[in-house]
């Protein structure tokens, strides 16, 4: 029942490709007479020197060509060293999630209001067949955005251990399943109680053996180190971008790559609230924003340096390396993001065109992650 949660991203980047473009010019002239021709030769090679230089600086002022190697403090980025080996503290959030997933709440009577988390039960039936994928049980946090907003709000005012049927409206996008999504399902939902104070259970061996085929905490928590180590592997190229990323810095940010990346980080949203079928002000309020004007305010600035720190990063890498994206590389993303935001555009060569800088950027990005990747080592075993 949850919705679709396409952060790839809330994250995206701005819209403007960068290139480092050197200005010259080709000096000559007729040849008519010696002393004419080398004076006729002399003035032009001025002129367009001059020309040269007045274009060149107009382009390193606008964001089309703006020279990003001198805006950009590279820190190391060869020759990186990462361990892969997870934490204590890692190890510690772990545990802490899996002692909230097994969390039961004091189960209390009365009438559900908005803002209560209360423990349901629900049936959906689409035309009148019963659809297995709408049918469960779950705690359901009303008012929190988790569900659909009307599966939710259908609780309120329930009594417990009363029954309900509610028709809920499922948006485009939100399950990715076309027998599902766009229809109306017919719910039935029950209120079994409503969730009072949090019971967390002891992280002990017999809590261990009540969930899982091991028998000791010491046995599950080598259990749960493997599987940080596993999901360490496959980000483990973020893990090297990203301390790229930390050791650089930028001098200075560009003013129109900073717009560009604004429009850029709000399409972002927009794109998604289409997905979900929603306004934006609810696509920003399920972020935490009282509404897009509260986000514009308060997180829109920070997002864009960001975004344009990346590229930044990324362009400069690319220039000292020689590094490029193929234009094979460059159709698999363009089809791959096209896939995930169609609902929105008419076609794919309408989604390319309003979004050719980006994936330009994005492609770029990831080819540079890629090449850093390939020169880090990475450390996999704890040290003695």
């Given amino acids: 029942m949850s919705e679709n949660n396409q952060e790839k991203e809330m994250e995206k980047t ?21 002393v004419i021709g080398t004076f006729f030769g002399y003035r032009m090679s001025r002129v367009r020197t001059k020309m040269a230089k007045e274009k060149q600086v107009e382009k390193e002022k606008s964001g089309k060509y703006y020279q990003v190697a001198k805006e950009v403090s590279l820190g190391k980025y060869r020759g990186l060293k990462i361990s892969l080996v997870p934490t204590e503290e890692d190890l510690q959030n772990e545990i802490d999630s899996v002692i909230q997933e097994y969390t039961n709440y004091e189960q209390k009577k009365g009438t559900a209001h908005d803002g209560d988390m209360v423990y349901g039960e629900f049936e959906g039936r689409i035309g009148g067949v019963k ?17 659909l907003e009307d599966f939710e709000n259908a609780f309120i005012g329930m009594k417990t251990g ?16 076309d027998r599902i ?41 080598e259990h749960l180190k493997e599987e940080l180590v596993k999901s360490a592997e496959e ?28 429009k850029e980080v709000l399409q972002g949203y927009y794109d998604m609230a289409d997905v979900q079928g929603c306004t934006h002000d609810e696509m920003f309020q399920s972020f935490g924003f009282a509404d897009e004007p509260d986000f514009v305010e308060n997180q829109l600035e920070e997002l864009a340096l960001d975004t344009v720190k990346e590229i930044m990063v990324a362009q ?20 791959e993001e096209y896939e995930n935001n169609k609902s929105s555009y ?9 979004n050719k800088s980006y994936l330009e950027h994005t492609a770029l990005i990831e080819k540079v992650k890629s090449w850093i990747d390939k020169e880090t080592t990475y450390e996999r075993d704890e040290k003695k």
Avoid at 316 to 334: D, F, H, P, R, W
């Fill in 14 to 34: 701005g819209k403007k490709r960068w290139q480092i473009i050197a200005a010259g010019c080709l000096a000559g002239g007729l040849a008519i007479g010696l």
């Fill in 131 to 147: 659809m297995e994928e709408l049918c469960g049980s779950d705690y359901i946090d009303i008012g929190g955005k988790e569900w």
């Fill in 162 to 177: 009363k029954t309900k049927k509610v028709s809920v409206k499922v948006p485009e996008g939100s399950y990715g399943n």
């Fill in 181 to 221: 999504d766009g229809k109306t399902v017919q719910f039935k939902l029950k209120l079994k109680y409503i969730c009072g104070d949090a019971i967390e259970p002891d992280y002990n061996n017999e809590f261990i053996q009540s969930i899982s085929d091991y028998q000791t905490v010491e046995e599950y928590n």
């Fill in 235 to 262: 980000e483990k190229a973020e893990y090297a971008w990203s301390e790229v990323m930390e050791k650089s810095d930028i001098k200075n940010y560009p003013e129109d790559m900073v717009a560009a990346a604004k």
């Fill in 316 to 335: 400069a890498v690319a220039n000292k390396e020689g590094i490029s994206y193929t234009k094979k590389e460059y159709a698999s993303l363009l089809e």
């Fill in 346 to 354: 008419d076609s794919e060569e309408d989604y390319e065109k309003s």
